[in-house]
């Protein structure tokens, strides 16, 4: 059984079957509606039912309100049809954005490399091409428990079509369980199933701005893979990649960095250790990333376009940061997807796209 779905302003009619949330059907049909958490604690994906009926799911009542579903509002992530409806939702026009539907994959695991101690990059070569954008993620299944996980592909679209395969960089969360069969019980050739892409987080291209992209842990999978597709599509404006661990065997991906710096005149590359010990052979930046990035730019960061990706409290101390430089909302860009626990914290809803 299935209903029949009006998604205003877009005008759109989609089919949503029974028990499929609002989102997954709007994001299959290549509809984005704005989310982050997936797991009704955050209320970014809080849409308006202007007719119709629907269940609310496990929508946190902090994240939907009484009086909020009262008005007949409710979160596109938990909310299944009762019957034909229409909703009304924050859509913008970005014309950046590439229209691919969401869509379910198989895949095996070729590879799985040790980058750092804790980060492992699993190769995983896919039963048919996906197509994405530069910096977007998928959901992936993990065997036995039910419940899938976001990982970003690290690799550019062109390598992925080259190769077949997507790269997803995971590191070991303690206590995870998601993670930790990840790392101690996947095997090469081990079957997986994977969906997507989903997210918002790519280059506004269009903008013709010199980029910054600042980075931290295993938040370098996203600016990897846009990075790489900016400068395999010959792109000439300034990049400047800011990249943060706590101690040097757990900087990855560091001699490639290096190396494309001394091919790309346009392409800076600024790691920063935070916990390097004082007199040490270590020439790059100490400190965090926000405080490299400060220094690097001399405090302003005017003209510029910030893509930001890493653990919560980084990506917070980059914002302060950046608008103290004097760049604005509009010009700073962070990756969306949460974890449940990363979505207790989640920012204010005055802060619209951050």
Not at 101 to 108: G, L, N, S
Not at 236 to 246: A, D, E, H, N, W
Not at 283 to 300: L, N, S
């Amino acid at each position: 059984m299935s209903y029949q779905l009006t998604i205003e302003p877009l005008g759109a009619t989609i089919e949503v079957e029974e028990g499929q949330s609002v989102l997954d059907a709007a994001l299959r049909q290549g509809i984005y509606i704005p989310h982050a958490c997936g797991h009704g604690l955050c209320g970014t994906c809080k849409v308006q039912v202007c007719d119709g009926e629907v269940d609310h799911g496990h929508a946190n009542p902090f994240a939907l309100m009484d009086v909020e579903r009262d008005e007949g509002k409710t979160l596109a992530c938990c909310a299944t049809l009762q019957c034909d409806a229409t909703i009304e939702a924050d859509i913008e026009d970005e014309p950046d954005a590439q229209v691919i539907p969401v869509r379910d994959f198989a895949a095996t695991v070729r590879r799985i490399v040790d980058l750092t101690p804790t980060i492992k990059a699993l190769h995983l070569a896919l039963d048919k091409p996906i197509g994405f954008q530069a910096g977007q993620y998928v959901q992936l299944e993990i065997p036995g428990l039910g419940q899938s996980r976001a990982f970003s592909i690290a690799n550019a679209p062109a390598d992925v079509e080259r190769s077949g395969e997507i790269e997803l960089n995971v590191r070991i969360v303690q206590g995870g369980q998601g993670t930790g069969y990840l790392h101690r019980q996947l095997k090469v050739g081990d079957r997986l199933r994977l969906a997507g892409p989903y997210g918002r987080f790519f280059v506004r291209a269009s903008a013709a701005r010199p980029m910054v992209f600042m980075a931290g842990g295993s938040g370098l999978s996203s600016p990897r893979s846009m990075i790489l597709d900016l400068l395999d599509g010959g792109c000439t404006l300034p990049i400047t990649l800011v990249y943060g661990q706590r101690t040097r065997d757990e900087l990855y991906y560091h001699a490639e960095f290096r190396a494309l710096a001394a091919r790309h005149a346009n392409f800076h590359y600024v790691p920063a250790l935070s916990n390097e010990p004082e007199g040490s052979d270590w020439d790059g930046a100490r400190g965090f990333v926000h405080e490299a990035a400060k220094a690097h730019f001399g405090g302003t960061f005017a003209g510029h376009q910030a893509y930001l990706c890493g653990p919560p409290p980084m990506v917070e101390a980059c914002i302060a940061t950046l608008m103290q430089g004097r760049l604005f909302e509009r010009d700073i860009f962070t990756e969306k997807f949460l974890s449940a626990a990363d979505a207790q914290g989640a920012r204010s809803p005055l802060f619209q796209r951050l």
